[in-house]
């Protein structure tokens, strides 16, 4: 049975950084693509970044440049580093699991359908 879990949140100051961690068992990692998304209060959950099983990867227009995904399939880990950090960056992030994207997606990949299942989620909170 596919299991994640997420780790790394807390509260840091704006301009800081943060490197979230997924750790995944259960599945052959390989497999899967894997998304951060996150949801603030009142807000629907939405897509941060994702990395395919190619190891393609798509971020938001708020955090690219900022945050990088990575995925070390041999630790069965996904990582999510994020730098300069802003208060509009706080949330809950999750990291999901899913096997109905092809190895190479192209478009709107980076959204919650695509992924099938889901840690418990990490709280991030960036103070201005």
């Known amino acids: 049975q596919l299991r994640l879990v997420e780790s790394g949140g807390g509260l840091v100051q704006a301009g800081g950084s943060l490197r979230l961690s997924c750790a995944i068992s259960g599945v052959t990692l390989e497999d899967y693509a894997i998304g951060w998304f996150r949801q603030a209060p009142g807000k629907e959950r939405e897509g941060v970044s994702c990395?395919?099983?190619?190891?393609?990867?798509k971020y938001g227009d708020s955090v690219n440049g900022r945050f990088s995904i990575s995925r070390d399939n041999a630790k069965s880990t996904a990582y999510l580093e994020m730098k300069s950090l802003k208060p509009e960056d706080t949330g809950v992030y999750y990291c999901g699991a899913g096997r109905l994207l092809g190895p190479d997606p192209v478009g709107r990949w980076c959204e919650t359908i695509y992924f099938t299942s889901w840690g418990q989620g990490t709280q991030v909170t960036v103070s201005s």
């Open positions: 990395i395919a099983s190619s190891a393609r990867t």
